[in-house]
Antibody, heavy 125, light 107 residues
Framework: QVTLKESGPGILQPSQTLSLTCTFSGFSLSTYGMGVGWIRQPSGKGLEWLANIWWDDDKYYNPSLKNRLTISKDTSNNQAFLKITNVDTADTATYYC?????????????????WGQGVMVTVSS | DIQMTQSPPSLSASLGDKVTITCQTSQNINKYIAWYQQKPGKAPRLLIGFTSRLVSGIPSRFSGSGSGRDYSFSISNVESEDIASYYCLQYDNSPWTFGGGTKLELK
């Protein structure tokens, strides 16, 4: 059974660094084809993809966040992390992590299949 | 970046109706599109991957089709549990991009 759960600070001040943790079970980020991504959603608005990390430590970022993002993983503890530097009120959102599995031989199988419940983050002075 | 134009932004339907949502992309995404359902206060739920691949356990009244730059998602025989927002996601090229969403309401 695949599960993911996000954790974060809840509230932080502008200019601080947001650190998020995704703790998962039911799969391993050391397994070929596995990945974890981060997505956020401001209240009442749409979804925005932030970053993906893969089993081989390959990383992809949304360039709209201008080098503020760092994604990483700890395969021993089944965790993935996202840091966002220099936050401001526009970063207030619910943040989700989600699994990606690229099934060998199945074209186009690498989308977000399992999602965490999300963690709400508020940036406020 | 690939732009995703999802329409309509909102949709009103009666129970038993068929509804269709479209996503038009700014360039060919080679069928690398997925569709998600999201209910208020919940995480998105994967319904369809790679244009038309129905996820295990998802009712067959949900379907997807398309190619090139034009993709559609349909619900035949809308049920009350289908009232939600729906999003498309292109994953052909980084950065992955979502459509703006479609809110399905009951008429």
């Amino acid at each position: 059974q695949v599960t993911l759960k996000e954790s974060g600070p809840g509230i932080l001040q502008p200019s601080q660094t947001l650190s998020l943790t995704c703790t998962f079970s039911g799969f391993s980020l050391s397994t070929y084809g596995m990945g974890v991504g981060w997505i956020r959603q401001p209240s009442g608005k749409g979804l925005e993809w932030l970053a993906n990390i893969w089993w081989d430590d390959d990383k992809y970022y949304n360039p709209s966040l201008k080098n503020r993002l760092t994604i990483s993983k700890d395969t021993s503890n089944n965790q993935a992390f996202l840091k966002i530097t220099n936050v401001d009120t526009a970063d207030t959102a619910t943040y989700y992590c989600a699994r990606i599995e690229d099934y060998p031989g199945i074209r186009g199988s690498y989308y977000f299949d399992y999602w965490g419940q999300g963690v709400m983050v508020t940036v406020s002075s | 970046d690939i732009q995703m134009t999802q329409s309509p932004p909102s949709l009103s339907a009666s129970l038993g109706d068929k509804v269709t949502i479209t996503c038009q992309t700014s360039q060919n995404i080679n069928k690398y599109i997925a569709w998600y359902q999201q209910k208020p206060g919940k995480a998105p739920r994967l319904l369809i991957g790679f244009t038309s691949r129905l996820v295990s356990g998802i009712p067959s009244r949900f379907s997807g089709s398309g190619s090139g730059r034009d993709y559609s998602f349909s619900i035949s025989n809308v049920e009350s549990e289908d009232i939600a927002s729906y999003y498309c996601l292109q994953y052909d090229n980084s950065p992955w991009t979502f459509g703006g969403g479609t809110k399905l309401e009951l008429k």
